[in-house]
């Protein structure tokens, strides 16, 4: 079977725009019975592609996702592909899935133990869930892989790398359900009434989420991705936690490694020279990588070109997102303000741009300063983190000479 076919993919957009539009879903199917039957991962992944070219939003696709995939999942599932080696990305991406897919389960026998008494008991049922669903916090860094190691390698060399978008935002919504179950749980005087709907959203959430990865992502990444480039991103996973497995042993002399595999101009000698100073390119990366906050700078063409790895980093980065679109590095929902902001900076109508949120327990500071030439002209956008947390409660003074 050819991995994707044109007049397949056109067929199971008429499908999907049939049941996006509420036509009849047994008319729909038996009219496009034979693309159905025979739709692979790839052919998913042009199929939604089209979707958000007609300027569907990641919104609308997301809301009948999951009935599209209930009728394709059968000839999805038996699309046959070669496995990942054990010990690479990919291979722990799947596996940290199957450790969550078993917690999720054992939930349910708990609940199951309860059933008929999830009213009456559940200040009791309270109290085992959320210890439960507070672990659940910790999955999040399989997302912020994806995110920041996957998705821009994906971005690169996939046509059809527009479903991508679509992924990040059902990952921002698992995060909010996720919240909104931990809300419930710790609130007193909570319901079941008011807990079951939610948890009965978020498990079809994360479920969907495995069974996407699993049948249509994994499938068409293991036929994309080089064993070079397995070997990076595998590298660059070290920069974060392993969800519910044990984590494999870090590779010995891994910066070494990380660094064989960025282009050598960026490590060639040289000096900065400026009415200000001089010092070596090494210098300079050590006095970023020291600074007390997060520096990511984009350039005039909208592409990250570097960021510093600062000991207090609190935002996710990875090596990947280097050369990649700052568009595609934000959820789809907050995108437009992201777009807005540079845009104001390259027309000259504003120069910085601040917010803050607490996170985490602290108090994050987040700037955007727009980066002009010595002639005015708009060179790109630095954006610099920082927690603030320690420095709002300062009072008095602390002079030089009162250090010990």
């Known amino acids: 079977m050819e991995k994707s076919n044109s007049k397949r993919v056109e067929e199971l957009l008429a499908f999907s725009l049939g049941m996006i ?13 034979d693309a159905i039957e025979n739709v692979t991962p790839h052919d998913m992944l042009k199929l939604e592609d089209k979707q958000m070219q007609m300027g569907l939003t990641p919104a609308t696709i997301k809301q009948d996702v999951e009935k599209v995939i209930n ?8 699309y046959q ?28 026998k708990i609940l199951k133990s309860y059933k008929g008494k999830e009213e009456s008991d559940f200040a009791q049922l309270k109290v085992k869930l959320l210890p439960l669903f507070m672990e659940f916090y910790s999955f999040d860094n399989h997302y912020i892989k994806k995110e920041n190691i996957l998705f821009p390698y994906l971005e690169g060399v996939w046509e059809s790398y527009r479903p991508l978008k679509v992924m990040w935002s059902l990952h921002d919504h698992i995060r909010r359900t996720l919240k909104q179950l931990v809300a419930i749980l710790e609130q ?29 992502i ?14 990076k991103m595998h ?19 891994i910066d070494k490694k990380i660094k064989e595999h960025i282009e050598p101009s960026a490590y060639k000698g040289g000096n900065i020279v400026s009415e200000t100073g001089s010092m070596s390119v090494q210098q300079a990366l050590l006095m970023f990588n020291h600074l007390p906050v997060d520096l990511t700078f984009v350039d005039e063409n909208n592409r990250v070109v570097f960021f510093n790895n600062s000991t207090e980093r609190f935002f996710p980065r990875s090596p990947e997102i280097v050369g990649r679109l700052v ?11 992201v777009v807005k902001i540079v845009e104001a900076f390259r027309v000259g109508e504003r120069d910085k741009a601040s917010f803050w949120i607490n996170m985490k327990g602290r108090f994050i500071l987040i700037q955007y300063f727009a980066v002009r030439d010595s002639n005015g002209a708009y060179k790109g956008v630095l954006e610099v983190s920082q927690d603030v947390t320690d420095i709002r409660s300062l009072t008095g003074e602390r002079r030089l000479l009162d250090w010990k």
Request: one cysteine or more; a negative charge.
């Open 21 to 33: 539009n509420g036509q009849d879903g047994r008319m729909l199917i038996e009219k496009y019975k």
């Open 71 to 78: 009728v394709f999942s059968k000839s999805l599932e038996n």
């Open 235 to 253: 590298l660059q996973s070290f920069d974060y936690p392993f969800p519910f497995i044990e984590a494999p042993l870090r590779p010995q002399g």
């Open 327 to 337: 568009q595609n590095c934000h959820p789809p929902e907050s995108v437009h303000m």
């Open 188 to 216: 007193a005087g909570s319901q079941w009434s008011e807990f079951n709907p939610i948890l009965g959203k978020y498990y079809s959430l994360v479920f969907r989420m495995i069974q996407k990865e699993n049948i249509i």
């Open 81 to 108: 592909w070669n496995k990942p080696k054990e010990g690479t990305f990919l291979y722990y991406l799947i596996l940290e899935n199957e450790a969550f897919a078993f917690k999720l389960n054992a939930i349910k």
């Open 218 to 231: 994994f499938p068409v990444v293991s036929e994309t991705v080089s064993d070079a480039v397995w070997e």
